[in-house]
């Protein structure tokens, strides 16, 4: 069984800066992506940054030249470092698991960021 546990979430000021981390344990094969959502209250749930294990990665407009995706595949973990952060940054950010290939789908229990001075 696949689990997801997510760590690095706080309260930060703005301009500030979190790095999130994201760690898969179980068998998740060599080609998946690991992604970052993030749902503010009232809000749906939107993704942030997207990985492909091969390497591409992906940002939401809003977020790009300030959060950055990466991977340490051997420990299966991705990180989200995220950069002058800004009120509207608040939301719990969740981790995203997607075996690709008829693989299954996993999400995290998610980590609370709050931005605010």
């Known amino acids: 069984q696949v689990q997801l546990v997510e760590s690095g979430g706080g309260l930060v000021q703005p301009g500030g800066s979190l790095r999130l981390s994201c760690a898969a344990s179980?068998?998740?094969?060599?080609?998946?992506?690991m992604d970052w959502y993030r749902q503010a209250p009232g809000k749906q749930r939107e993704l942030v940054a997207a990985?492909?294990?091969?390497?591409?990665?992906n940002y939401v407009d809003s977020v790009k030249g300030r959060f950055t995706i990466s991977r340490d595949n051997a420990k299966n973990t991705v990180y989200l470092q995220m950069n002058s952060l800004k009120p509207e940054d608040t939301a719990v950010y969740y981790c995203?698991?997607?075996?690709?290939?008829?693989?299954?789908?996993?999400w995290g229990k998610g980590t609370l960021v709050t931005v605010s001075s």
């Open positions: 995203h698991l997607k075996i690709l290939f008829g693989g299954q789908d996993y």
């Open positions: 990985s492909i294990s091969t390497g591409s990665t």
């Open positions: 179980g068998r998740i094969g060599s080609l998946n992506t």
